[in-house]
């Protein structure tokens, strides 16, 4: 973002928005300064790309409001040398928030055109540990795990096992999960030595999470 008056004002105005809404992590919080939302967002909506709203994006998919990303992300509870697996890139914006707070960031969605998209605005940046990869992510990585921290921004019914599978011990996930687009809840998901840690963090609406590669209409 640049530094003029009223980009200043509204940078102030998005973080105030991000803190009253329980993103209080300062690493979160420094990681979303950083990262201006404007070049993820596109056509008819790039002016409202600082309000804390989801938008639409190509694909029949949405970039996520940034005060559900800031919570989504500081339930990860990231550290420096983590290895990041992100299940739908959609804009790209998680992900770019995301490398700057791990080690390494792979981002995967079913649509070519998303991952495309959404590398050129990482080149852009100069975001160079993000990989983008166009693959069906209910089966995540198996050739990159596993992952200290696995992010989900797509609901299933329950955590896909192979992503459950790909989470190292000790490792967190967060997702949103439930049966339709109307109940939604966020939990974040901990693999102890003995199994899975279960916990309900806030009720959520994303789009359902589809296996196979989408169709580019």
Do not use: W
């Amino acid at each position: 973002m640049s530094d003029d008056p009223a980009t200043a004002e509204r940078k102030m105005q998005f973080l105030f928005a991000l803190r009253s809404r329980g993103v209080t992590d300062k690493r979160v919080l420094t990681a979303m300064e950083r990262v201006d939302r404007a070049p993820f967002v596109r056509g008819i909506f790039a002016g409202r790309a600082y309000e804390d709203m989801p938008l639409p994006i190509a694909c029949g998919q949405t970039i996520s409001q940034p005060s559900v990303v800031g919570l989504m992300t500081q339930a990860l509870a990231i550290q420096p040398r983590d290895k990041v697996l992100e299940v739908g890139t959609g804009s790209g914006y998680q992900a770019a928030i995301l490398s700057h707070l791990a080690r390494r960031v792979y981002t995967v969605d079913r649509y070519r055109r998303l991952v495309r998209e959404a590398q050129g605005v990482f080149d852009a940046m100069g975001l160079v540990n993000i990989t983008a990869v166009t693959a069906d992510g209910s089966f995540g990585l198996p050739d990159q795990a596993p992952f200290d921290r696995i992010l989900v921004t797509a609901a299933a019914e329950d955590p896909p096992g192979p992503l459950l599978a790909q989470l190292k011990i000790g490792g967190i996930m967060v997702l949103p999960v439930g049966q339709s687009d109307t109940v939604q809840s966020l939990i974040r998901v901990t693999r102890t030595e003995t199994g899975f840690e279960y916990d309900e963090l806030r009720p959520v609406r994303f789009v359902p999470l589809v296996e196979g590669l989408g169709r580019e209409d």
